[in-house]
């Protein structure tokens, strides 16, 4: 299958795009380690994928 097929069939079927859903799905997985206060902010955007706490903190506040 094509990515752009994919992409076509992934936004069809989840209502988002795959990069959008992956993002919002990180997001959400960084929320709930802010809440139980699993680490400090800058660590939970390395374990999440952000190399940089700025680039996460924006991220972040365009979703919640």
Do not use: K, Q
Request: hydrophobic share 45%.
């Amino acid at each position: 299958m094509s990515r752009s097929s994919f992409c076509e069939h992934f936004t069809a079927l989840v209502g988002r795009s795959p990069l959008r859903y992956e993002n919002e799905w990180r997001l959400s997985l960084a929320r709930d380690m802010l809440v139980a206060r699993e680490a400090r902010v800058g660590e939970i955007a390395l374990r999440i994928g952000y190399a940089a706490e700025a680039a996460f903190s924006r991220a972040y506040e365009a979703i919640f």
